[in-house]
């Protein structure tokens, strides 16, 4: 570890100004808006300063040391994020990029989409969940197979489904592991795909900017079903994946679709994909409604939502978020 300086900020700042984030996140060999710190016991030591890189040499380094957490000044967020972005952009439009690469990138967008949605995300512990969160995502696309990775590209021209794939992805995997919930790679790849059947449904029924007729609602509700039947068409996949596609508009209280299922019959994962499913798609502006403000609808959803929801499970999201 020779480049690491010997200059120590001192001990007094403390880990409060600090930022831990993940040392594969940043754009290997493009100059840092900003310094990267190891901490060394109680010491933030200078790892690479604000114009220098960070290399593929670099990041080998340090994995094997065991560094994969660094830290960044706690007002470098923003630049963070915003470089994240870039990055993102740069290999979405890439053609040269293998669908695992866009993918993973893509999730890196998510989360920053997660980060903004939950508003107030200054704490350290906020962003080390973030930042798990994104590790853990990233890491799906190094085994699942290629067929979802099709899938994934085909959800990638309907923006609005994937923006809402990706952030209910993102809300599920941090409640998952707020609940202690230990399939989260499942757990997150059920969420990204949890309305996939919504691929074989009329785009002008979707879109629809008027209320739904019934027989209208009977339509959209078979997404959940030929969402199964899309995944079956990609071979084997996680009875968790099936689950949470299947289940994700069941209610505890049996009112939800498509098979009313009730109580003990819904799993934890199922019941996390019904509570996180909900809260974006209201928080968010629909052909035939505005969005509700985030607040509003976690209100709805303890009160009027009494019986429908995990009740310790909706207010671990609640804590989540507050
Ligand atoms: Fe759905």
Known sequence: MSTVSN???????????????????????????????????DAFVLYRA??????????SRLTECGLGRVWIPRDATEPYLAQLKFRADRVVEDVLATPAE???????????????????????????????????????????????????????????LYEHSMQVCMYGVLLGK????????????????????KLDLP???????????????????RHPTLGIDRLKSCGWVHPVVRDVVQNHHERLDGTGYPRRCRGVQLTVASRIAAIV????????????????????VLQSMITRGAGMYDRS??????????
């Open 313 to 322: 499970l909706l207010e671990a999201f609640v804590r989540l978020l507050a």
């Open 50 to 59: 604000a114009g220098d890189a960070v290399t593929d040499s670099h990041l």
């Open 7 to 41: 200059e120590a900020l001192s001990r007094e700042s403390g880990q409060r100004d600090f930022v831990e984030v993940s040392a594969r996140r940043f754009d290997l060999g493009a100059p840092l808006e900003f310094p990267i710190y190891l901490k060394l016991g």
């Open 203 to 221: 785009v002008d029924l979707l879109e629809q900017p008027g209320a739904l007729a019934a027989h209208e609602w009977n339509i959209v509700h």
């Open 102 to 160: 866009r993918a993973a990138t893509c999730y890196e967008v998510g989360a920053s989409l997660a980060e903004s949605a939950l508003r107030e995300p200054k704490s350290i512990e906020a962003y080390r969940a973030l930042e798990s969160v994104v590790d853990r995502v990233v890491d799906l696309f190094h085994w699942h197979s290629y067929s979802l990775m099709e899938l994934l590209e085909q959800m990638e021209r309907r923006p609005d």
């Open 178 to 197: 707020a609940a202690g919930y230990d399939r989260l790679h499942e757990l997150g790849l059920g969420l990204l795909f949890h309305d996939i059947g």
């Open 277 to 296: 499913n909900a809260f974006d798609s209201r928080t968010t502006d629909r052909p035939y409604r505005p969005a509700v403000l985030p607040f509003d």
